[in-house]
């Protein structure tokens, strides 16, 4: 079945059975090699599909080029949708583990989504690669078959915290964020690290998911004498505060960690999206990266790129690696050696530490929208 | 400290201006049809979309680019085509459920908001993704030494005279009389050859227009435009027609004042406010009906004996 | 529970053994659907089962005759029925081959089945619209995991508690049903869950949004829930425990529902739907009636909120939201108010609907809407519509 490969195309081949039945033949070129899948659980449908559509197209690029290349295994990759929903999610990984030919998986956007998985792959020793949730509850429980290769809350937050007390000088920080738990715990940590090194917090103001009017917020702000603002959300919200901070006349800094750095949100703020500042995490500069943008521009998908699109070509691209190495049979074996590998890819070169943690290294550099575009800021 | 006064009371009476053009449709349709039309907000957020997708044809084939024509002619284009597809919803589901326990309809159009969202995100291009939306009018005046935004007087001018306009066709033309005579009683309505299913599809019509420019409103006013934007629009335009009392035009003028009040005040005045807004505006939703059983100026709910 | 177009033609006589081998029939037949479904991946076979549920359907829609003969003999061969049903359920982990996915949409299908019972008191017996059996649902939850994770509280123990914090609840919620009706109820509750929500979202003690991680397994006279069965040689996954315990959950429910059916509350409340004021003149306490309907739906959901807090072990305020009682409102509806069986089909149906249209990838959430939609069109009562009331029909 190629009906999870070729998403949009599955989808027609399901109206009629027949034209399912004819996507087959792409599969019986490479009969000779052995059959395994691969597991992919992200948000594909619902307020949050844009970033599970853009990570599950990384994990797709990374199976097509393997399965082109001469990997010993012929691989299918099967997606599912969790829509940002726990218990959707548990379903999803139900039908996963129950699956023999499924040997591994990434997955989830979401915290609440991964934390409710994880009991399951951990009772069925699948390994699992964490591709977006960023909750450090994810490797505080230090599950055997989990690992994460996003940055934590802290990684991020803490040389921007510092380089904004530091080199940015700001002294007054006002804090607009959103309640999920990627905008609280961002909130959290900046506060946390910037008053360390003796910042001060104007304001907090975390609002519900879906807010699209921050001027009430932004008004308080104005009002409040705070000399930065820092945005713990994702790219809709940042671009829609940003827009909104600049319309009244609230013309002090933006800064935030790397979840909105996106050409996105330049095209949502417009000209107000000038002199936003982002960290980045550095390691990420490299060719490879631009080679994965490149290729993922030539394989002419639905959905462009999403900031997760890398984090799940470099998950799968782990998984790929470690199931060469060790084989499918023991995936005690197969969770042992994430844990141990060190993987070159696009986010830089790839290690856990003892939780399952990535490495990556903390450094960051500072992306600044110039022109209408994101270009590197001497630090 | 007067600066920021004025800048609450400005966003206090925009946002209550645009939840009134959504709520207006949600009691224009109860009390006609005595159907809650959940979907309402859904099919306001289409509007913006068909604005986005006008404009883009229209300066690809005929006008220069960043033409106000382009942007002028495609609000219209988009009022008219969201209006009839609140007629065509109709026509497909709501009419099914005429006649059917009001729950029903409720779920009903619940499943068909769902429908609308998932239609704009899988056909309009790249529709998960958010979607710029530009602002209707740039430039701004000031007042003293404080700049108001035209953008916001154009929505609160435009709403005060979309409500003016209702108010004038309900009560001063023979059309009014008609929706009103079928509000009253249908089959009465019918036996002086009036035509029920013409009016309730004109109503359908109209509610789903005034919402649409809610929609662009909104759109235009949030600077961007997502396919689920709808679901908050709706829910809030839902209460705070409910809260005014479902039937009355005056009352979802207040409904929405109110809840736009409450969420300003409290995100002015508590320090953790933002993060309590919806819990504040539906405190204050539960609070008016338990008060006002149905709402503060719908008519209360006779017991006949 | 599966229901399947019977074998035995609708014209077939009258008389003890018919009635049973149609009864049998059904019930197994019901069962094979329904396993076949859940144990098939391909996208074939579920296109073709969807296809034969929907033949089925439109052959009740069509011949009435055939579904009033079922019933006819459900009504005859009852204790047959409910012995066969009974061991249908017990021996069907062991066909499952295993699959503790199967399992686990069983048991998410159970415990919805509980969750829609409990809204029918309202929705199907008095006609109460309520959007927050999802919030009573959350408390139910939210209680029973703060009480084993903070106090080490047994899950027998937290269950109980659960349910008196949820009816607490219940009945502050049904205060406003005093006066409000109809769509202004129908907002007072919508209201509420979202309210409940927020709060459970915003609070810290509840975990904030990323919510309760680690609530413990129930342990039964020293065996845990989160191990497997091993029973006549063959092993079961540990899902299974939580197969039987909401299955035990089910018939609670349904037990209730025929008690209270069958009682004056029930009685009253059918009054209630009928007509508020006449039921008030025949000296109906109109607003307790109300309130009491609240408080058992809120009973009820808070139980099944304990046992998904300790089946997951994780709970977080996305479990819970104005959706997810949107969805149990749809279960009811589609199922056929005051119906327990069209209930219990209704929350089977919405369960696995989703689950199985996943091989329409991202345009599952679409499908499934669209699904509802045109259940409600085409068949406004339900898949089995609520009965007259029988007197002197039992022996």
């Given amino acids: 079945m190629t009906r999870n490969n070729l998403t949009r195309r599955g989808v027609i081949g399901a109206f009629g059975v027949a034209a399912a039945v004819a996507l087959a033949p792409s599969q019986i070129l490479a009969q000779d090699k052995p059959k395994i899948k691969l597991g992919f659980i992200g948000p594909v449908s619902g307020g949050n599909a844009m970033q599970g559509l853009g990570a599950q197209n990384g994990f797709l690029l990374a199976i097509e080029q393997a399965n082109a290349g001469d990997y010993p295994y012929q691989i299918e990759g099967v997606a599912l949708d969790d829509a940002s929903d726990p218990q959707t999610g548990v379903g999803a990984a139900l039908k996963l583990v129950n699956d023999p030919e499924v040997v591994a998986a990434i997955g989830h956007w979401n915290s609440p989504v991964a934390l409710a998985t994880m009991p399951v792959f951990n009772r069925f020793q699948m390994p699992l690669i964490v591709w977006g949730a960023i909750s450090p509850k994810i490797t505080e429980q230090n599950l055997p078959e989990v690992t994460r290769v996003t940055p934590t809350l802290l990684t991020e937050n803490k040389p921007l915290a510092e380089w904004a007390a530091d080199v940015l000088g700001a002294k007054n920080v006002a804090i607009v964020s959103d309640t999920s738990d990627y905008g609280a715990g961002n909130a959290g940590a900046f506060e946390t690290f910037f008053t360390e090194k003796g910042g001060a917090i104007a304001s907090t103001d975390l609002l519900p998911v879906g807010t699209t009017d921050f001027r009430a917020a932004l008004t308080k702000i104005k009002g409040s004498g705070a000399d930065a603002i820092y945005f713990g959300g994702v790219i809709t919200e940042a671009g829609i505060l940003r827009k909104q901070q600049m319309e009244i006349g609230l013309d002090i800094p933006m800064i935030g960690i790397s979840g909105f750095y996106d050409p996105e949100f330049i095209a949502l703020a417009g000209d107000a999206a000038e002199g936003t500042m982002v960290s980045y995490p550095a390691a990420q500069s490299n060719p490879r990266l631009d080679q994965m943008h490149a290729d993922y521009t030539a394989r002419g998908f639905a959905e462009p790129e999403s900031p997760y699109t890398k984090y799940a070509y470099d998950a799968t691209g782990i998984l790929l690696a470690v199931i060469k190495d060790v084989g499918i049979d023991d995936k005690v074996a197969l969770a042992a050696a994430i844990r141990a590998i060190s993987y070159d890819g696009v986010l830089g070169t790839t290690t856990f530490d003892e939780t399952g943690q990535t490495q990556v290294p903390v450094e960051i550099e500072i992306k600044v929208v110039k022109d209408g575009q994101w270009v590197t800021k001497g630090m | ?305 | 529970m599966m229901h399947q177009p019977p074998v035995i033609p609708a014209s077939s006589g009258r008389g003890p053994v018919a009635d049973l081998s149609i009864v049998a029939a059904v019930e197994l037949g019901g069962a094979v659907v329904l396993g076949v479904f859940l144990l098939a991946d391909d996208p074939r076979i579920i296109v073709a089962l969807l296809g034969l549920m929907g033949a089925g359907f439109a052959l009740l829609q069509f011949r009435p005759a055939i579904e009033e003969r079922i019933v006819a003999a459900f009504r005859a061969a009852r204790r047959a029925a409910m012995i066969l049903g009974a061991a249908v359920v017990l021996v069907y982990p062991f066909l499952m081959q295993g699959s503790s996915y199967a399992l686990h949409l069983l048991i998410i299908a159970q415990l919805y089945s509980v969750l829609a019972l409990a809204l029918n008191f309202q929705l199907g017996s008095a006609n109460i619209p309520n959007f927050a059996t999802g919030a009573s649902y959350g408390i139910g939850a939210y209680t029973s995991a703060l009480l084993a994770i903070n106090f080490g509280v047994s899950f027998w123990l937290t269950l109980p508690a659960a349910a008196l914090v949820a009816t607490f609840f219940g009945f502050a919620l049904g205060f406003p049903s005093m006066r409000t009706r109809e769509t202004y109820l129908a907002l007072v509750t919508i209201a509420f869950a979202i309210v409940i929500h927020q709060l459970l979202n915003n609070f810290s003690w509840t975990g904030g949004p990323n919510g309760l991680v680690g609530v413990p397994a129930p342990v039964l006279f020293g065996h845990s829930f989160a191990d497997p069965i091993e029973l006549f040689g063959r092993r079961l996954p540990s899902q299974a425990n939580f197969y039987y315990l909401s299955a035990a959950l089910v018939a609670l429910a349904i037990i209730s529902a025929r008690r209270l059916h069958d009682s004056r509350i029930g009685l009253a409340w059918n009054a209630l739907r009928g007509d508020e004021l006449a039921a008030r003149c025949q000296g109906i306490n109109v607003v307790w009636y109300k309130i009491l309907a609240f408080a058992v739906d809120a009973f009820l959901a808070a139980f099944a909120g304990s046992v998904y807090a300790s089946y997951v072990s994780y709970i977080s305020p996305d479990n819970f939201t104005f959706l997810v009682s949107v969805t149990i409102m749809t279960m009811v509806i589609v199922g056929g108010m005051d119906n327990t069986l069209g209930v219990i089909l209704g929350a089977f149906l919405l369960t696995m609907l989703p689950e199985k249209l996943r091989i329409f990838a991202d345009y599952r959430l679409l499908f499934v809407s669209v699904i509802v939609i045109l259940f409600l069109i085409l068949r406004p009562q339900g898949l089995f519509p609520q009965r007259p009331r029988s007197y002197g029909g039992r022996e």
């Fill in chain 2, 1 to 305: 400290m007067d600066a920021q006064l004025a800048q609450y009371l400005m966003n206090w009476l925009v946002l209550g201006s645009i939840y009134t053009l959504v709520a207006l449709g949600f009691s224009l349709l109860f009390g006609v049809l005595d159907v809650i039309h959940f979907s309402h907000g859904d099919v306001s957020i289409v509007a913006p979309f068909v604005v986005l997708a006008t404009v883009q044809a229209l300066i690809s084939t005929v006008l220069p680019a960043d033409s106000i024509a382009a942007l002028v002619l495609a609000c219209a284009v988009a009022i008219v085509a969201v209006g009839l597809v609140g007629v065509l919803l109709d026509w497909l589901v709501i009419r099914r459920f005429r006649n059917a326990p009001a729950m029903m309809a409720l779920v009903a159009t619940v499943a068909l908001g769902t429908v609308v969202r998932e239609l704009i995100r899988t056909f309009y291009p790249q529709g998960s993704n958010p979607k710029p939306f530009p602002r209707l009018i740039e430039s701004s005046v000031t007042f003293g030494d404080l700049p108001v935004p035209l953008f916001s007087l154009f929505v609160i001018g435009v709403s005060v005279l979309m409500v003016a306009v209702l108010f004038m066709v309900m009560g001063h033309t023979r059309l009014g009389v008609r929706i009103r005579a079928v509000a009253e009683d249908r089959n009465i309505a019918r036996l002086m050859a009036i035509r029920p299913d013409r009016i309730f599809a004109v109503t359908f019509f109209i509610a789903s227009a005034v919402g649409a420019i809610g929609g662009i409103f909104f759109a235009s006013y949030a600077g961007v435009v997502r396919f689920d934007f709808g679901v908050q629009l709706g829910l809030i335009g839902f209460s705070a027609a409910v809260i005014g009392g479902l039937g009355s035009m005056q009352g979802a003028i207040l409904g929405s004042l109110l809840i736009a009040g409450i969420d300003t005040l409290v995100q002015a005045t508590m320090a953790d406010g933002a993060s309590y807004r919806l819990v504040f505006s539906f405190l204050l939703v539960i609070l008016v009906l338990v008060l006002k059983p149905s709402g503060i100026l719908g008519k209360p709910i006779m017991v006949k004996v």
